[in-house]
């Protein structure tokens, strides 16, 4: 799928940016796009390609998941890595083979593209097509002519419209188990922004290259991980810190502060009105001055 998503790249910048003057040099253009497309998203897919098929090796043979090397092979590459997300959820629906049906889609998506590749090479001839001049502007247009077709070709011009038309359907049923499965996937490798590596991995043409970057990463449980997150912000944002951080560290600051802390702390302590010790050292509240007063306790450092 990412070859044909490579391939729009520098397709658009020749249609728009190259002009003709005759059908030939149309057709002329038309080829050259052709043929530096695929050599553009060839180049681009093989490396993509070989970077994600490091990275599903690798989650795989430390995960203990057998035949890693299918990593590497097109289109299997897509079911495996469904079988190293697992269980996917649509909408709510738990989704068991989002891998399998998602490399079904992308089959036929892949088929239907290559199809219409081999129909822009049979329609690539100047005699199909005719240069028309409009006197009030003096612009010459080129027009593709169905009439000048044989009778052997007439059928490659009605399937090359109908054909674009399934394409962006096939793209958006593969857009969708693309995105069902990815997002199992990265839940489960990059917990903490998920929806970004899917983003890059289904609508940029960069999966390869993101698998890639995650294949160190330790499998989390994702629902865990969100409870402990939801739970370490409910503790840094706790409603005791605030109605009680303002009565104690405001009117009790002044009478406890002042005299407690200024003759008592200051003969007995010798600590300059600070008090000798951390009353709540051992809830892991602040933290020493040892370790730059950072927490002990993080619930996140395995991430």
């Known amino acids: 799928m990412e070859f044909f998503d490579w391939m729009n790249v520098p397709q658009f910048f020749i249609e728009n940016f190259l002009w003709a003057n005759t059908a030939e040099e149309y057709i002329s253009i038309q080829r050259m ?10 180049a681009l897919y093989l490396i993509g390609h070989i970077f994600g ?12 998941i057998k035949h890693p090397w299918l990593g590497f092979i097109p289109f299997a590459n897509t079911w495996f890595t469904g079988k190293i997300a697992g269980e996917a959820s649509f909408f709510g629906q738990k989704m068991k083979r989002a891998g399998l049906y998602a490399t079904i889609a992308e089959v036929l998506y892949v088929g239907l593209e290559i199809f219409i ?19 009030a502007t003096g612009y010459s247009t080129i027009e593709f002519m169905h009439e000048s077709l044989p009778n052997g070709l007439r059928w490659a011009a009605d399937a090359s419209l109908y054909c674009e038309i399934l394409s962006y359907l096939l793209w958006f049923l593969v857009l969708v188990f693309f995105c069902v499965m990815f997002t199992a996937f990265y839940r489960k490798y990059y917990a903490r922004s998920p929806l970004l590596m899917v983003f ?9 290259f993101t698998i890639f970057a995650v294949r160190n990463n330790r499998a989390v449980n994702y629902n865990e991980y ?6 370490e ?8 810190n605030g109605p009680y951080n303002g009565p104690y560290n405001g009117p ?52």
């Open 33 to 42: 796009g052709l043929m530096i497309s695929l050599i553009v998203a060839g």
């Open 117 to 135: 590749v081999v129909i822009s090479f049979l329609l690539a001839d100047p005699n199909f097509y005719e240069v028309t001049v409009n006197e």
């Open 252 to 303: 009790y600051n002044g009478p406890y502060n002042g005299p407690y802390n200024g003759p008592q702390n200051g003969p007995s302590g010798g600590t300059g009105g600070q008090g000798g010790g951390e009353p709540f050292s051992d809830f892991g509240g602040q933290g020493d001055a040892a370790d730059g007063g950072k927490r002990d306790d993080d619930p996140f450092s395995d991430f």
């Open 53 to 64: 098929g490091i990275g599903l090796y690798t989650i795989a043979k430390r995960e203990g």
């Open 200 to 208: 890059l991995s289904v609508v940029l043409p960069a999966r390869g």
């Open 233 to 240: 912000y409910a503790r840094r944002n706790n409603p005791y």
């Open 226 to 231: 969100m409870r402990r997150k939801m739970d």
